[in-house]
């Protein structure tokens, strides 16, 4: 008997996979309200005999005959139940960990705390493009559980994976890990930059010197994290020439070997705007060439490869006024590097939930480009007084992103930017940033 506690699109997945797998489950949520018959119903009725439903309270006689349990990521840790587990000695699995499990063909994983979604999109495209069999799959929006049982041999799987999903791997190997940069995000749930850190790198943990871990030169931690690697490490730097590894000079990305440099590509050819978007693409040349994709292959759907949806993407243009949705721009970082990427004055709609973030740097970061922040959301008074702080005063508070969106569209004049860049999590106003990301751009297209 194997545990799934959460029965969400991840947990629904992982039990799945198991019951396909002949296994029988115990479903938990600690939710006492859900329904059954509607959970029942999420199956094959052929698995139904194999499926124990327990909710409110998982109690240590339920644990009698488990073997492990897969906790869906959104569970802390800390929860009443977890302390359960641990106290019985129940092995608690992440799901990638279950799609680890039953995966049989190669594995590329990606994490850092920003540019995961858009680093394995484009890794995606280029797999592709390359190998006879390919998948996407993660935190972009597919469980990898949902893909595991039907890799093979020859297929590659890309996966983009959170920390929250790093902190329960066993087992875990890809023969690919990258990781692109990690800044303060999720200290709610892992309190200390010290444990984030750690969760992040045990994407390595399992890896050997026959394994491959592409890392951002330019964050301090990771430099030193290269001496502590097993796997060969290859750097991508968007700051200076590398003697080994993948640069960007000028427009150029390069690749060097023993000092010797080569023209890779030209960002000025690529769809997608900023510095951080350059990082992600050598991040993406690094990842795959190292998988044995030939350059010109990658080079192509580079230049091929457009924005990832909520993740700087251009909506729509009204009124001589351009309109940006970086919905996914979830912490202070992500929320820099999209205002660093508009050209001109811009407008910010910003806030959300309270994920224990600080708002210094991403204030400082508007200089005199950003002309007004328009804020919602539980954070709206903690960010406009660390804005006055700092001598930004243009703040107006709303309660809805209708009147954020008319807020900017009444005051923005041809060649300025709306930008929705929240530097905060959905949670409390939107069910998550896909959702909040959609109704800004209908709030656009209800404009023209």
């Not at 509607?38 to 998982?58: M, R, S, T, W």
């Not at 060969?232 to 990305?253: A, C």
């Not at 930004?392 to 005051?411: G, L």
Request: glycine share 6%.
């Amino acid at each position: 008997m194997i545990g799934v506690a959460g029965l969400g699109k991840s947990g629904i997945s992982a039990a799945t996979l198991l019951l396909k797998n002949n296994e029988a489950v115990i479903l938990f949520d600690s939710n006492k309200e859900l329904n059954k018959e509607e959970i029942l119903a999420k199956f094959d009725k052929a698995y139904h005999k194999n499926i124990n439903i327990i909710l409110g309270e998982l109690k240590k006689s339920d644990l009698e005959d488990m073997s492990y349990l897969v906790i869906s990521p959104g569970i802390d840790l800390e929860t009443d139940f977890v302390q359960v587990l641990k106290a019985n000695n129940i092995p608690i699995w992440s799901e990638i960990e279950l799609g680890f499990k039953y995966d049989k063909g190669g594995l590329i994983a990606i994490t850092g705390t920003n540019g995961k979604t858009t680093t394995t999109s484009l890794v995606g495209e280029i797999m592709s493009n390359f190998a006879k069999s390919s998948f996407t799959v993660g935190n972009i929006g597919i469980p990898y559980t949902d893909i595991a049982d039907k890799t093979d041999e020859d297929s590659v799987t890309v996966l983009e994976t959170s920390s929250f999903q790093l902190e329960t791997i066993i087992d875990f190997r890809p023969n690919i890990s990258a990781i692109l940069n990690i800044t303060p995000d999720h200290l709610n749930r892992h309190h200390t930059m010290e444990n984030y850190i750690k969760v992040k790198e045990d994407i390595s943990k399992n890896q050997t010197e026959d394994d491959f871990c592409i890392l951002n030169y330019e964050d301090e931690a990771l430099r030193e994290f290269a001496n502590r690697v097993k796997a060969k490490v290859v750097f991508f730097s968007s700051k200076r020439k590398l003697e080994n590894g993948f640069y960007l000079d000028k427009d150029i990305i390069m690749q060097s070997k023993d000092g010797v440099a080569k023209e890779i590509l030209d960002t000025k050819k690529l769809n997608i705007l900023g510095r951080h978007n350059y990082e992600n693409v050598m991040a993406a040349i690094a990842i795959s060439s190292s998988y044995g994709v030939p350059i010109d292959s990658i080079v192509n759907s580079c230049y091929a490869f457009h924005a990832v949806e909520h993740r700087i993407e251009f909506v729509k243009e009204v009124n001589g006024v351009r309109y940006y949705n970086d919905s996914k721009g979830t912490n202070p970082d992500a929320a820099i590097q999209a205002v660093l990427a508009m050209p001109a004055a811009t407008y910010i709609i910003a806030g959300g939930y309270d994920k224990g973030s600080e708002y210094d740097e991403w204030i400082e970061s508007f200089g005199t480009k950003v002309k007004k922040l328009v804020l919602m959301g539980a954070t709206a008074g903690k960010i406009e007084e660390c804005a006055k702080k700092h001598g930004f005063n243009d703040i107006v508070t709303v309660d809805s992103m209708q009147e954020a969106v008319e807020i900017c569209a009444n005051e923005a004049k041809t060649g300025e930017y709306v930008l929705l860049s929240p530097a905060c999590a959905s949670w409390g106003m939107f069910k998550n940033y896909e959702e909040r990301g959609r109704i800004f751009k209908d709030c656009i297209r209800e404009l023209g």
